[in-house]
DNA sequence: ATAGGAGTAT
DNA sequence: ATACTCCTAT
């Protein structure tokens, strides 16, 4: 018997539209610990791996450990019926082959429940050694969504180079290249606006959403993030922008994304949130090719 | 060597959405008076024309004539990705083929640089003889954009008939036919909501919006623009609303827009702002034919 | 050619 | 927050 009960859809929707691009079907695997997913995308390219953890439901019920396999694209149109606000409970049997979610409203009597069908799925868990990086740069997770949507617009791959003084993303295409240099320990504004007039009146609007949304959410009171950069030598690595842009979609999670890196290994981006995370990992391109 | 540099990139922004859907690729010439683009659009109907004037810049710096090819589209898959308030600085050196552009951020330390590559362009320099008009109306920029759009929901073309007592916009289609009518002198808002619930909101913002750009936007105080009439003679004209409606684009760049109208002569509709002005000539349908 | 996703505008 | 339009992917 699985039980568990989250005081805000929202996070459940957010991981969704984070991962849901790249991972179709998987398994979600529970335990008493919480629950986790991992799965490589359709082309086998990238890894997802979810954690939401225990602590984050409450209450969290999990008598034995069990594999749940889902149809990511049915549970997101489920899911999506749910208000950000609505109170989601998750619930499976110990024999059953099917899902149940009930979504409340926080504040009407509203109640939909749904009996989601499972799947069979052959999971692939794929050990990840806990490596260390010689480079982690951590920065505004809707500046990297930005970044890495601006550069889509030039080039098919970017070059980021880390040194202790900043990070540099660079991108070379068929109507120019561009170069952002981003210095160590500028703040980015958490919320990034690139096409409205009134930027101060859209900062307040967010701050007063951030404010409403305050109590449940992942991170402090601070609107602007840092560039942090932590180095034991510095990095040059080339990525697909295309994978890039996809796990910049789980930047609504939390304001801030930690790249990890080393040469030639895979790139760890790593969104953190209250409890849990979502983890990308990507093998950088490995010279020139395929741009 | 040209060098020119915009403290609010946001003017290029609009300039760019105002012609990008009628010309594809041009040349801007550059002198030490500033920048001008002409154009035909693609199907030789309306022709473009952009003026920005060198006291616009600051610094501004053009040490010989240049004519500088680009694709619309390239620059603007850049350009879009400025924010507003960027402070936008174009570079071209003597023999490149590439244009240079940076923004840089108003209050963080983001840079971005980027290089476009030019085009050449077989360039057509129509002479435009300074005609004398019948009529000119002047009017709220966003009402010429509202007027056109709701035509537009019912006819192909437009009559414009102009007498000193207002101006007449009339359309006929298969859904039925339409008919508006602005006196001499009746101010329009500025903006007009014509969808929303939250009128008061909408406006509110928008005086916001304009507070705030005042200082270095064309005209004064008024939040309503008055039609203004000059008229030497009466005219009655039909154009194509394709092709107003493309020119309501230019709206956010001014608040009032002039059309200069003769009888069967090319209608001039002008959007003049602080240091420059973008202007659309479109000739007249002859009589009830291709509606 | 159709469908889905992203971005933009209201 | 919602709707519409454009662009990309299948």
Do not use: W
């Not at 110990?94 to 504040?107: I, W, Y």
């Not at 069979?120 to 490596?131: C, Y």
């Amino acid at each position: 018997m699985l039980e568990a009960r989250l005081s805000q859809a929202a996070v459940l929707k957010k991981v969704l539209d984070a991962v849901r691009e790249l991972v179709t079907d998987a398994n979600f695997d529970c335990s008493e610990e919480g629950i986790r997913m991992q799965a490589m995308d359709n082309s086998h390219v990238a890894l997802s791996s979810v954690e939401l953890r225990c602590e984050g439901f409450d209450p969290y019920r999990c008598d034995r450990p069990m594999s749940i396999g889902i149809s990511l694209s049915a549970l997101n149109k489920i899911i999506k019926t749910a208000g950000n606000e609505d109170v989601l409970t998750i619930k499976k049997d110990d024999d059953g082959d099917s899902l149940g979610l009930v979504f409340e409203g926080s504040k009407t009597d509203r109640v939909a429940e749904y009996d989601m069908k499972l799947m069979d799925i052959d999971s692939e868990h794929l050990g990840i050694p806990d490596t260390q990086y010689d480079a982690v740069v951590r920065m505004s997770s809707a500046e990297f969504a930005r970044i890495t949507r601006d550069l889509g617009n030039v080039g098919e791959s970017v070059k980021i180079d880390v040194t202790k003084e900043g990070v540099n993303f660079s991108s070379d295409g068929e109507i120019g290249n561009a170069k952002l240099t981003l210095k160590q320990g500028s703040g980015s504004a958490a919320a990034v606006d690139d096409d409205d007039d009134d930027d101060e009146d859209e900062e307040d609007k967010k701050a007063k959403k951030k404010r409403k949304t305050a109590s449940g959410s992942a991170a402090g009171g601070e609107d602007t993030v840092p560039v942090r950069i932590q180095l034991q030598q510095s990095v040059s690595l080339t990525f697909s922008l295309k994978y890039l842009t996809n796990f910049a979609k789980a930047a609504p999670l939390c304001k801030e994304v930690a790249l990890h890196m080393s040469n030639e290994v895979p790139l760890l981006c790593e969104f953190a949130f209250e409890n849990g995370h979502v983890r990308f990992y990507l093998a950088p391109k490995l010279s020139e090719d395929d741009e």
